[in-house]
């Protein structure tokens, strides 16, 4: 199956970037880079979720690369990024190594963006808050359909009773090594239900099926377990700039409880943002309101003349 795998025409299939290049990581892992957009202009950094792609942001992209930089990349494993050598290569240090790499390839020194993550890439920025080079860059965050601990045991895949039964049942699925197979209509069925809303159409289901289908099998099954022990509640804390939060209602992988207590425990939570009745997919499922969010960051935060907040603390996750 093609790593490569999306749609190729309509408003979710990815847009040709104006520049590729390759970040390196710290433990030597090859980075996918993407941006799009004109020079010069505002830097938006967009990070994807697990078994997503650089293809996953498509819409944002179209939006945005009008006028802004927005630079994309697609974390180790997925899409044009090679997947980790080690098992060890999967943790949430890497995904701050990644991010990190990606800064420092993409923006001047003390250049400011938003910075969008969506689930894993959500986590990916609460991995990195603490470091100088996250500090240094990041004018604003927003995150999208994300949690920072009890993944596995808050979330509401498995219809069942909240307990160490469907704990260990929704472990054992999301976990899983086989692999999804051919997007056929069954499996786009069980992909709504678990990822989108009730009024998600067809062809985002097929644009999120692709996408999802396309990561190999190895990949998901390795970054399933940072997801299992996830533990990044103190990285919240250290989103010490503006910070926005989005989430879907009806998010099964995420539920909104996720959002709610990030938004609680944010130093500065710059707005949270419940969409009735959509599921996780929120850059797919409402791309308007997630790009319009951006905009909001990138005018309020992220031009020239906008007040910076103070750079704090660089303790490393």
């Not at 990581?25 to 010069?40: C, I, K, N, Q």
């Not at 390839?105 to 963006?113: R, S, V």
């Not at 909104?256 to 996780?280: F, K, M, N, Q, S």
Request: proline share 8%.
């Amino acid at each position: 199956m093609s790593r490569l795998m999306y749609v190729a025409s309509g408003p979710y299939a990815p847009p040709a970037p104006a520049h590729e290049l390759t970040a390196v990581s710290a433990d030597g892992a090859r980075l996918h880079v993407e941006t799009h957009g004109p020079d010069g202009a505002p830097a938006v950094v967009l990070a994807h979720g697990w078994t997503c792609s650089t293809a996953f942001w498509a819409a944002q992209i179209r939006s945005l690369a009008t006028d802004h930089r927005v630079i994309t990349y697609d974390q180790r494993g997925h899409g044009r990024s090679p997947a980790a050598a080690a098992p060890d290569g999967y943790s949430t240090r890497a995904l701050a190594d990644d991010l990190e790499a990606v800064l420092a390839a993409t923006l001047e020194p003390g250049e400011k963006a938003v910075l969008a993550g969506h689930s894993m890439g959500g986590m990916t920025m609460m991995a990195a808050a603490g470091r100088a080079a996250f500090q240094e860059h990041a004018a604003a965050v927003l995150l999208c359909s994300t949690g920072s601990s009890r993944l596995v045991a808050e979330s509401l895949v498995v219809p069942m009773r909240a307990g160490a039964l469907r704990t260990r049942i929704t472990r054992s699925i999301l976990g899983a090594r086989a692999p999804l197979g051919p997007v056929s209509a069954p499996a786009k069925r069980i992909l709504r239900y678990a990822t989108m809303g009730a009024g998600s159409s067809p062809e985002m289901v097929e644009a999120c099926a692709r996408i999802v289908h396309a990561c190999p099998s190895a990949v998901r099954y390795g970054w399933s377990h940072v997801l299992n022990e996830l533990d990044l509640d103190t990285g919240v804390r250290r989103l010490t700039m503006p910070t926005a939060v989005i989430a879907g209602t009806a998010d099964r992988l995420t539920p909104v409880v996720h959002a709610r207590t990030i938004a609680a425990a944010l130093p500065d939570c710059a707005g949270l943002t419940e969409l009735p009745g959509l599921g996780h997919m929120t850059p797919v499922e409402a791309p308007e309101a997630v790009t319009g969010r951006i905009r909001e960051l990138v005018t309020t935060y992220a031009q020239p003349n906008a007040t910076q907040p103070e750079v704090k603390g660089t303790a490393s996750p």
